[in-house]
């Protein structure tokens, strides 16, 4: 599986000159970094999933070779890894969450902006977070479908009455869960790529 989780960029902000009609701007500005706070634990998250992620795959590659006893304690590990990932994948939700209940103060904010230019940008902003967030929600519901269908495959490995054809119609069930997990994660990208060039446009304009 590939999972990507990608931080909004921190950027200092320089405060120019006042009395240029940007103070509300700046407001706005140094606001946005209460969700960048929120979301710093994020990238922790990130590495203890891939770090279960790398020895998913390594167990994995054991099961074509197991005999049925070894077969029986690769099931369990395997299930523990899986339950251990759908924890951070709740943890990383929860994180999310409340990243976006920011929105309500930079919305408020927002409305303050005096400039019309400003303002406008300010909203834009606004809503290429929410499709962000929205993004991110979607890689969640995938990663935790494809979960749900690797614990199904795990306890599988288990049972006494293996049959190959079940295990092989689990895994084609799951190259699409894992393809639709590679692609909403590629979306949730795109939505953070596309949230950090406001923000910079916005910089710029208050710094210019």
């Known amino acids: 599986m590939k999972k990507i989780v990608f931080l909004i960029a921190m950027m200092t902000l ?14 706005f500005y140094t606001e946005l970094e209460t969700p960048i706070n929120v979301e710093s634990d994020i990238q922790d998250i990130s590495s ?42 709740d943890d ?3 994180i999310m969450e409340e990243s976006a209940s920011s929105l309500d103060t930079l919305r408020e904010l927002a409305a303050d902006i005096p400039v019309e230019d400003y303002q406008t940008d300010a909203d834009a902003l606004i809503e290429l ?16 479908e494809m979960l ?6 795990f306890t599988t490995y288990g049972n006494d009455d293996l049959a190959q054809d079940q295990i092989d119609a ?7 869960l894992y393809a639709n997990v590679n692609e909403t994660s590629d979306s949730y990208h795109e939505s953070t790529a596309a949230v950090n060039e406001k923000r910079s446009e916005i910089l710029d304009t208050i710094n210019n």
């Not at 279960?52 to 197991?66: I, M």
């Not at 977070?129 to 935790?144: F, V």
């Not at 749900?148 to 495959?153: N, P, R, S």
């Open 14 to 27: 320089v405060l120019a000159a006042c009395g240029d009609n940007k103070e509300e701007y700046r407001a």
């Open 48 to 89: 203890e999933y891939d770090a279960l992620e790398a020895d998913k795959r390594s167990h994995q590659e054991e099961v074509n070779t197991a005999d049925r006893e070894r077969l029986t304690e690769l099931s369990a590990t395997l299930l523990e890894n899986t339950e251990n990932r759908a924890s951070l994948v």
């Open 92 to 94: 990383e939700r929860a």
């Open 129 to 144: 977070m929410e499709a962000r967030y929205t993004a991110h929600g979607e890689m969640m519901d995938a990663t935790e």
């Open 148 to 153: 749900e269908k690797e614990l199904e495959l």
């Open 170 to 176: 689990l895994l084609d069930e799951l190259s699409e």
